[in-house]
C-alpha cells in the first residue's frame, strides 16, 4: 500500500455501542421481570461490571438475578417471554463484547449473522415458551400435580443433540 491509500468500509458503530446495549438490555429486563429493587440493582451493577471488564462473565449474574426475579413472583406468559428474549440478547451482546475489542469501531453488516441467528433462536423459542405457560398452566390448574412432559421433551432434546454432535465429530472429513 502507499501512504494515500485508503480502506473504505460500511458503516460502522463503536464499540461502545454493543457494551451499552448490553447494559440497556439488562436495565430493561430487570425493570420488567424482577418484582425487588435489590435484585434489579444487582442485575444492573453486574451488567456494568459485565461492559467494563467482558472478561469476568459478570453478565451471566445478571441473567441469574433475572431468574431469581421471575422464580419470586407468579408465572406469566408475558413476562415469560420477555425473559427468553432478554436472556437470549444479554448471551448475544455478552458474546460480542468478548471479541469486540476496547476503542474499535464494529462495521454493522458483521452484526448481521449474529442478528439472523437471534431471529431464527426466537422464531423457535417463543411459541415453544407459549406452549409450555399454556399446557403447563392448564395442568396445573385441572390438577395438584403439574405434567412432567416438558422434563421429558427436554431431555429428549438434549440426548438427540448429543447423539447428533457425536455422530457429526465422528464422520471423517473428505
Partial sequence: MRANDSLQTGPAVSWLVVRGALVAVVAAGAVALCPLIGWE????????VAA???????????????VIG?????PDLGRAMIAVLVV???HVLMSLSLVIPAGSRVVIAALRPSALRLLVVQ????????????????AA????????????????????????????ANRRAP
Fill in 123 to 138: 422464531a423457535i423459542a417463543q411459541p415453544v415458551t407459549v406452549a409450555v405457560m399454556v399446557v403447563g398452566g392448564a
Fill in 88 to 90: 437470549q440478547l444479554i
Fill in 70 to 74: 421471575m422464580l419470586i413472583s407468579e
Fill in 41 to 48: 440493582v444487582a442485575a444492573v451493577v453486574l451488567a456494568i
Fill in 141 to 168: 390448574q385441572g390438577s395438584a400435580q403439574t405434567v412432567p412432559w416438558a422434563a421429558v421433551a427436554g431431555a429428549g432434546a438434549v440426548v438427540a443433540l448429543a447423539v447428533t454432535l457425536v455422530v457429526r
Fill in 52 to 66: 467494563a471488564l467482558p472478561q469476568t462473565f459478570a453478565a451471566w449474574g445478571s441473567v441469574g438475578c433475572l
